[in-house]
């Protein structure tokens, strides 16, 4: 009873990360027109989380968190987060930007510290847990994005409504947290995040291989998400249909975000998931830059079965760290560098279209980059021969 406690209390916290922030991009027109604020002042403000998601990982194993029970620091930080967005739909710009800013921080801890409690508490249950708590946060990002507008519209008439809204959800989760964190003794959480053995990690090619999949997969993602609406419109599809096709993508990820991982990557080895969502990643990147007219829904769609890399690279994260002690530092290198290579990612692209004034490059890069996934990816997903000898022995 109690653990089920807790996972209502985890889906709740994955719900909370995500939607806060993507409710933030349709109301561009009215959160400018409102505050005054110019283009690259908007593009600014998008661009806060996933710089500071990469920056700011370190913080959920920083001295700070270790000096207290991981339940609390989670509880702490999803404390942060409210108040965090209840400032930035208030008052001016200036709370706008520093909520958002605030709020990032708060995620990218938690980004950290939830996947070390997936880990120490749910064991060989850990490749469930995991696919369905990043299924939760693709879903409230998608409802974020998409019910904005028409909370704004159905409330308070401008952009406030459609933001403020969202502190609704870590809210509830702060409400469900805390028995969570009641329940653990200081006692029993004090060693699960520790100083951080960086030297260890740091000389361990596993470490590294899981780092750069982390990296890889959150690029060809964000990219994807940035460029492929003006992709779409350049090649003669309207706004509108281009938004929709960006929403096919992401909206099939959702169900192989859950499902591959559920159906291939049920134990220790992580391949036969791998595989398949960088080899659709792959062919979908190659065939939007060669056959881009021939067939594009069956590149948007296989685009989309990519997109669900997401949980296989936090099951690698979490399987792959040798000892809890681990487990943190790990999360936060892999995010950590993950992020703000991703956040380079959509800059890359667009230079390269710039640069050659099509769009074949830049999609044949992204498939490039996918090669690169599959053979690091390969070596990430398989375990270590000490967790197959830890497996036998716990049979």
């Given at each position: 009873m109690k653990r089920g406690r807790e996972v209502v209390a985890l889906m709740a916290v994955a719900a909370s990360q995500r939607s806060a922030l993507t409710s933030v991009p349709p109301q561009i027109?009215?959160?400018?027109?409102?505050?005054?604020?110019?283009l690259s002042q908007f593009a600014a403000l998008t661009s806060i989380p996933l710089i500071l998601f990469g920056l700011a990982a370190p913080i959920g194993i920083s001295k700070f968190a270790r000096r207290k029970p991981t339940e609390s620091a989670?509880?702490?930080?999803?404390?942060?987060?409210?108040?965090?967005?209840?400032?930035?739909?208030?008052?001016?710009?200036?709370?706008?930007?520093?909520?958002?800013?605030?709020?990032?921080?708060?995620?990218?801890a938690l980004n950290v510290l939830v996947p070390v409690i997936i880990k120490r508490d749910f064991g060989s249950n850990l490749t469930k847990i995991?696919?369905?708590?990043?299924?939760?946060?693709?879903?409230?990002?998608?409802?974020?994005?998409?019910?904005s507008v028409p909370i704004s519209n159905a409330t308070t008439h401008n952009w406030r409504g459609g933001i403020a809204i969202w502190v609704i959800i870590p809210f509830t989760a702060l409400i469900l947290w805390i028995p969570v964190a009641r329940h653990h003794s200081n006692a029993h959480v004090a060693t699960t995040i520790q100083k951080a053995p960086w030297r260890a990690i740091f000389r361990d090619p596993m470490s590294w291989y899981v780092t750069l999949y982390m990296g890889i997969q959150s690029t060809t993602f964000y990219t994807t998400v940035a460029w492929l609406p003006k992709t779409l419109i350049d090649w003669g599809h309207s706004p509108a249909s281009?938004?929709?096709?960006?929403?096919?993508?992401?909206?099939?990820?959702?169900?192989?975000?859950?499902?591959?991982?559920?159906?291939?990557?049920?134990?220790?080895?992580?391949?036969?998931?791998?595989?398949?969502?960088?080899?659709?990643?792959?062919?979908?990147?190659?065939?939007?830059?060669?056959?881009?007219?021939?067939?594009?829904?069956?590149?948007?769609?296989?685009?989309?079965?990519?997109?669900?890399?997401?949980?296989?690279?936090?099951?690698?994260?979490?399987?792959?760290?040798?000892?809890?002690?681990?487990?943190?530092?790990?999360?936060?290198?892999?995010?950590?560098v993950g992020y703000i290579v991703a956040a380079l990612g959509p800059i890359i692209v667009g230079q390269i279209h710039q640069a050659t004034d099509s769009w074949k490059a830049p999609y044949f890069f992204l498939a490039s980059l996918c090669v690169l996934q599959f053979f690091i990816g390969w070596r990430a997903a398989q375990p270590r021969p000490e967790e197959v000898a830890a497996a036998k022995e716990s049979k």
């Open positions: 027109n009215a959160i400018r027109s409102d505050l005054h604020l110019s989670i509880l702490f930080f999803i404390g942060t987060l409210v108040v965090a967005l209840s400032l930035r739909a208030l008052f001016n710009s200036t709370a706008l930007f520093l909520g958002t800013v605030i709020a990032s921080l708060a995620i990218a995991m696919p369905v708590y990043t299924v939760v946060l693709a879903i409230f990002a998608t409802m974020g994005a998409a019910l281009a938004g929709s096709l960006l929403a096919l993508t992401t909206g099939i990820s959702i169900p192989c975000s859950l499902l591959i991982p559920l159906w291939l990557g049920r134990g220790l080895d992580q391949r036969k998931p791998m595989v398949l969502v960088s080899c659709a990643s792959l062919i979908g990147f190659i065939g939007m830059a060669a056959a881009h007219d021939t067939a594009p829904l069956l590149w948007i769609i296989l685009l989309g079965i990519g997109q669900s890399s997401f949980p296989t690279a936090l099951v690698m994260i979490a399987l792959r760290a040798r000892s809890l002690s681990e487990a943190g530092p790990l999360s936060a290198m892999a995010q950590g």
